[in-house]
């Protein structure tokens, strides 16, 4: 009876003992069921959500733009390439960078005034369109000779949408030198035209003169007046600029109009404007010819057409032009395959960098599910700003401590019967 009492006694303690170790295991299984069913309702609803299929990857062979003459891989049904009479040009989907064909694209030709959509692109976010400037007469030295003008006054206080205005609208070389003076000086803002245009990838283009005008060295290329303006599209306040047909001018105490020596766009001297035409910046100089970017809309897509020096048709056969190949290339979406991109090509170190934190984190993945600890650098680079030397290790104290706990339970129940068992032979 007293051995029962006490077998019962130390059955009670270690079952209350392993109660008490057990309910937190209890609770994470709990959890765990939990998260487990979680999971699974979420794949199962993922899977009746499937993604759709993403399209086969195309080969792009960068290096077709660099031969001459027309690069264009037509589908089945598409139409026929206008014959345009341009040195150079390029059709671009704005959106993918897709180059859908072109001529010489990579062709070294003076720019004229387009280059002053890579002038805007650097220059641009240096001050907000309200900010007030008062032109100083040295500002406005150096205007080449023929050089287009707006018409900006030394003394005057204008905007610097104002001055914006004379760039696009009235291709103001006066605007640019202020504007320039005002982003750090002319050969400081040829050093920032430069990289800007490295940084996106338009190495054919070489800026001694930022406003364009013709200089020893100058050039830029179809494809890179192409990158210069689907970049623009992607900045609201460069897209408002190009594309304004009319503004008025400040004077002093009074204004005049100007309007936008973009023919497509305002619909002069006899060229019928472009639908959809979004705009973005003509060029002419007696070296460099009639230049332009050109950029419209048509539905959910936008394409960018530049063209360079035209051969024939007179100074308006840009324009018409660049119309033949915005009607090409929204005939055209989706029956051609690309021949190739205005997206910068990655450089190595970049490429690296992304091999190595794709091969970690592929490494991490893989550990975790074969439930063995990762290398120490794929910890680093999975959770960076924890120091895995500070981490609670796993110690075989927290696989000892039941059975201790168990132990001194029995040996209490024990000790208990040996007391009662004493006690009772005394009373016997």
Same mark, same amino acid.
């Given at each position: 009876?007293?051995?029962?009492? =006490?077998?019962?006694?130390? &059955? /009670?303690?270690?079952? &209350?003992?392993?109660?008490?170790?057990?309910?937190?295991?209890?609770? %994470?299984?709990?959890?765990?069921?939990?998260?487990?069913?979680?999971?699974?309702?979420?794949?199962?609803?993922?899977?009746?959500?499937?993604?759709?299929?993403?399209? %086969?990857?195309?080969? #792009?062979?960068?290096?077709?733009?660099?031969?001459?003459?027309?690069?264009?891989?037509?589908?089945?049904?598409?139409?026929?390439?206008?014959?345009?009479?341009?040195?150079?040009?390029?059709?671009?989907? &704005?959106?993918?960078?897709?180059?859908?064909?072109?001529?010489?694209?990579?062709?070294?030709?003076?720019?004229?005034?387009?280059?002053?959509?890579?002038?805007?692109?650097? =220059?641009?976010?240096?001050?907000?369109?309200?900010?007030?400037?008062?032109?100083?007469?040295?500002? #406005?030295?150096? *205007?080449?000779?023929?050089?287009? #003008?707006?018409?900006? $006054? !030394?003394?005057?206080?204008? $905007?610097?949408?104002?001055?914006? +205005?004379?760039?696009?609208?009235?291709?103001? +070389?006066?605007?640019?030198?202020?504007?320039? =003076?005002?982003?750090?000086?002319?050969?400081?803002?040829?050093?920032?035209?430069?990289? $800007?245009?490295?940084?996106?990838?338009?190495?054919?283009?070489?800026?001694?003169?930022?406003?364009?005008?013709?200089?020893?060295?100058?050039?830029?290329?179809?494809? @890179?007046?192409?990158?210069?303006?689907?970049?623009?599209?992607?900045?609201?306040?460069?897209?408002?600029?190009?594309?304004?047909?009319?503004? @008025?001018?400040?004077?002093?105490?009074?204004?005049?109009? *100007?309007?936008?020596?973009?023919?497509?766009?305002?619909?002069?001297?006899?060229?019928?404007?472009?639908?959809?035409?979004?705009?973005?910046?003509?060029?002419?100089?007696?070296?460099?010819? +009639?230049?332009?970017?050109?950029?419209?809309?048509?539905?959910?897509?936008?394409?960018?057409?530049?063209?360079?020096?035209?051969?024939?048709?007179?100074? #308006?056969?840009?324009? !018409?032009?660049?119309?033949?190949?915005?009607?090409?290339?929204? !005939?055209? =979406?989706?029956?051609?395959?690309?021949?190739?991109?205005?997206?910068?090509?990655?450089?190595?170190?970049?490429?690296?960098?992304?091999?190595?934190?794709?091969?970690?984190?592929?490494?991490?993945?893989?550990?975790?599910?074969?439930?063995?600890?990762?290398?120490?650098?794929?910890?680093?680079?999975?959770?960076?700003? $924890?120091?895995?030397?500070?981490?609670?290790?796993?110690?075989? %104290?927290?696989?000892?401590?039941?059975?201790?706990?168990?132990?001194? /339970?029995?040996?209490?129940?024990?000790?208990?019967?040996?007391?009662?068992?004493?006690?009772?032979?005394?009373?016997?």
């Amino acid at each position: 009876m007293i051995v029962t009492s =006490a077998v019962r006694h130390a &059955a /009670a303690g270690t079952a &209350a003992v392993l109660f008490v170790l057990s309910a937190p295991a209890a609770t %994470a299984s709990s959890v765990t069921s939990t998260a487990t069913a979680s999971s699974t309702a979420s794949v199962s609803s993922a899977s009746s959500l499937r993604e759709p299929t993403p399209p %086969a990857r195309q080969y #792009l062979d960068r290096a077709r733009l660099d031969r001459k003459g027309t690069q264009v891989q037509p589908l089945p049904g598409a139409p026929d390439v206008p014959s345009v009479s341009a040195l150079s040009w390029v059709v671009a989907d &704005a959106s993918s960078g897709e180059v859908l064909a072109a001529r010489n694209a990579h062709r070294k030709l003076p720019p004229a005034s387009t280059l002053k959509a890579l002038f805007a692109l650097t =220059a641009l976010p240096g001050h907000a369109p309200s900010e007030q400037h008062t032109v100083a007469d040295s500002e #406005l030295t150096g *205007i080449g000779d023929g050089s287009s #003008l707006v018409g900006v $006054k !030394e003394g005057y206080t204008y $905007k610097v949408s104002d001055l914006w +205005n004379g760039v696009f609208l009235s291709s103001g +070389n006066d605007a640019v030198h202020v504007l320039a =003076a005002m982003n750090g000086g002319w050969e400081s803002m040829s050093r920032q035209m430069q990289e $800007k245009a490295r940084s996106l990838g338009a190495l054919d283009t070489h800026v001694v003169s930022p406003d364009g005008y013709d200089a020893p060295g100058q050039v830029s290329s179809a494809y @890179d007046l192409a990158v210069f303006g689907r970049t623009g599209l992607q900045d609201p306040a460069f897209t408002r600029y190009c594309s304004t047909a009319y503004a @008025d001018f400040p004077a002093g105490s009074w204004s005049y109009g *100007i309007a936008n020596t973009n023919r497509l766009l305002t619909g002069a001297d006899g060229v019928a404007r472009y639908p959809g035409l979004i705009g973005i910046k003509n060029g002419y100089t007696s070296n460099a010819g +009639n230049t332009l970017i050109s950029a419209a809309r048509r539905g959910d897509r936008t394409l960018v057409v530049t063209v360079m020096n035209p051969q024939g048709g007179g100074g #308006l056969a840009v324009y !018409e032009e660049a119309r033949e190949l915005l009607d090409w290339g929204f !005939e055209a =979406a989706g029956r051609v395959q690309p021949v190739g991109s205005l997206l910068p090509v990655p450089t190595k170190d970049t490429a690296d960098a992304g091999t190595r934190a794709v091969s970690v984190a592929r490494e991490g993945r893989a550990a975790k599910a074969a439930g063995q600890a990762p290398r120490a650098g794929a910890v680093a680079a999975a959770a960076p700003g $924890k120091d895995p030397a500070h981490e609670p290790a796993p110690s075989g %104290a927290s696989v000892g401590l039941p059975l201790a706990l168990v132990g001194s /339970a029995c040996a209490a129940a024990l000790a208990l019967w040996g007391r009662r068992r004493r006690a009772a032979h005394r009373v016997g």
